[in-house]
């Protein structure tokens, strides 16, 4: 039997053969899904990579009827959608909140490194400070624990070099001494007499 011998015969018998072949096609699927997924996932990688300026042009020339369809969907279908969101919500509570929590938690570490950063330390360089002042304020003493907020970076605004850290309270008040001796001193000895 030659090649085109065969492919006739096997277009014969899946036209013969149809459900036994969806039969087939489904067990298959089903026992394969995760390589069946990869190479779809790498086939969409390949086309979309060969066709981004011909998606590009795509979504410019039909973006103003993209919006006119999307807007007259939400007209239309405006009381469905609030309803399925009240209904998900109320179901998944849980998972909404914890999703809240994650977001909040994430913000805040992404904050403290962008806050790192003008300082030019890293998360583990502060941490490094950190264990070496045991958890407390360079100044007063106090321990992370006793405060509200964590302690913050007290460099020299004129070097920029990193001196330690300190409890807001402390940092405020070099902050507005401006880092001037004379004047702390001053205001320890008005301390003292008064």
Same mark, same amino acid.
Request: hydrophobic share 20%.
């Given at each position: 039997m030659n090649k085109e011998e065969r492919k006739e015969y096997e277009k014969q018998w899946r @036209? =013969?053969?149809?459900? !036994? +072949?969806?039969? %087939?096609?489904? !067990?298959?699927?089903? /026992?394969h899904k995760k390589e069946i997924g990869k190479r779809q996932k790498k086939y969409?990688?390949?086309?979309? =990579?060969?066709?981004?300026?011909k998606i590009k042009k795509c979504n410019a020339n039909h973006k103003e009827e993209k919006k006119e369809y999307n807007k007259q969907?939400?007209?239309n279908n405006? /009381?469905?959608?609030?309803?399925?969101?009240k209904e998900y919500r109320k179901n998944n509570k849980e998972k909404i909140n914890? %999703?809240?929590m994650n977001r !909040?938690? *994430?913000?805040k570490q992404q904050h403290r490194i962008l806050n790192l950063k003008q300082y030019g330390i890293t998360p583990e360089q502060y941490n490094e400070i950190f264990?070496?002042?045991? $958890?407390? #304020?360079?100044?007063?003493?106090?321990h992370q624990s006793e405060l509200k907020r964590i302690l913050c970076v007290d460099h020299n605004h004129e070097t $920029?070099?990193?001196? $330690?850290? *300190? #409890?807001? +309270?402390?940092?405020? @008040?070099?902050?507005?001494a401006n880092d001037d001796i004379t004047l702390l001193l001053k205001a320890i000895e008005y301390l003292k007499n008064n």
């Open positions: @036209i =013969a053969n149809k459900e !036994k +072949k969806k039969g %087939y096609d489904k !067990k298959y699927c089903n /026992t969409h990688k390949q086309w979309y =990579a060969k066709n981004k300026e969907y939400y007209d405006n /009381t469905d959608l609030k309803n399925y969101q914890q %999703y809240r !909040k938690e *994430l913000r264990d070496k002042q045991n $958890g407390c #304020c360079n100044i007063c003493g106090k $920029g070099k990193v001196r $330690g850290l *300190l #409890c807001s +309270k402390c940092n405020f @008040i070099l902050g507005n």
